[in-house]
């Protein structure tokens, strides 16, 4: 029989992951608040609003019952935005046994706490610690992933039986998966990207053109690196999937949410009106705000990241920002 694997959001990355379970023979539930969608992913075998006409495995059943999602799983994989991340766990811990394998695919930190996913996950649950909570990252758009294209990602555990647990469920002809025990730098790096990405967007929208964008990418890197080692990530995990990989998705392609925020928020649009337009969460927004307070309590410095938040926050118009960038004071490059 099947094993049971959960999935808890059905936005486009928790259905895309639900479809490669699918695809790897596992009975999937894919949970969900909204009804309307729920009856939209058994009845139609689609998701609509997030992933356009493309017709799911009919191994997918979609519920609102987090009892139903979570009795009898072998494997919870949480998709939730950052912002509800606290909220879906909280809820989950009822139903939750403490032998499921716990995966979560969520990058941001806790807007409040500064807190990573995985520690947040490990408040709300208390049957698990951080160190037994696995973490999937890199480069990997959800609207890719689901057509089957060929990606490779990472699963990050300080427990390598959890990683390895994760990978075996994942990996497949399409879907490559990579272990590693660096949880830190794998959701740092997760987490930070997307603030550079929308940094990339404003850079591709006010046309500065390639030379520029490959500063910030490598700068951007930088900045990541650093402040990732500062809380005690591994050095090699920046240039890894995760890291460097995961970067150059989110800043390249077309299906970046952060990155089309940032090409919005160009063209002299506010950011209220930007993040209704998109319609869906950029995670990038909140994390400029996180990354801003991190990059003060570990004394890092962090310039793309601080213009970002004057951009976002203080009405910094981006001209001036990249004015600044460039005009600052002479510096080493490995400095």
Not at 254 to 272: D, I
Request: a negative charge; proline letters at 3%.
């Amino acid at each position: 029989m099947p094993r049971k694997v959960s999935v808890l959001v059905a936005g486009s990355w928790g259905t895309a992951i639900a479809s490669v379970l699918a695809e790897n023979q596992l009975d999937v539930t894919l949970w969900s608040r909204n009804e309307e969608q729920v009856m939209e992913i058994n009845q139609e075998h689609r998701n609509h609003r997030f992933l356009g006409d493309t017709v799911l495995s009919d191994k997918i059943r979609a519920t609102t019952s987090m009892e139903e999602a979570l009795l009898q799983a072998d494997a919870v994989i949480v998709v939730a935005p950052s912002s509800a991340l606290r909220s879906v766990a909280s809820q989950m811990r009822a139903f939750l046994s403490k032998e499921t394998l716990l995966i979560h695919a969520t990058k941001g930190f806790e807007a409040d706490s500064l807190k990573r996913m995985s520690t947040v996950l490990a408040d709300e649950l208390p049957d698990y610690d951080a160190a037994s909570i696995v973490v999937l990252s890199g480069p990997s758009h959800a609207e890719e992933v689901i057509k089957q294209c060929p990606t490779t990602v990472v699963v990050a555990s300080e427990s390598m039986a959890a990683a390895e647990a994760a990978q075996d469920l994942l990996i497949n002809s399409y879907f490559r998966v990579y272990t590693n025990s660096d949880v830190v730098g794998v959701e740092v790096s997760g987490a930070l990207k997307n603030i550079i990405a929308l940094g990339a967007g404003l850079t591709d929208g006010l046309e500065f053109g390639d030379n520029a964008k490959a500063a910030l990418l490598t700068r951007g890197l930088a900045e990541i690196s650093r402040l990732g080692t500062a809380m005690g990530g591994n050095p090699l995990t920046f240039a890894g999937l995760a890291g460097i990989g995961d970067l150059v998705v989110t800043c390249t392609s077309k299906h970046s949410r952060n990155w089309r925020a940032g090409y919005l928020l160009a063209q002299g649009k506010p950011l209220p009106e930007v993040l209704q337009e998109m319609g869906m969460v950029v995670e990038g927004v909140k994390t400029t705000q996180a990354a801003y307070r991190l990059s003060r309590q570990y004394e890092v410095t962090m310039p793309i990241a601080e213009q970002l938040y004057e951009v976002l926050f203080n009405g910094k118009e981006p001209i001036a920002a990249a004015d600044d960038l460039m005009g600052r004071g002479r510096k080493d490059e490995i400095d």
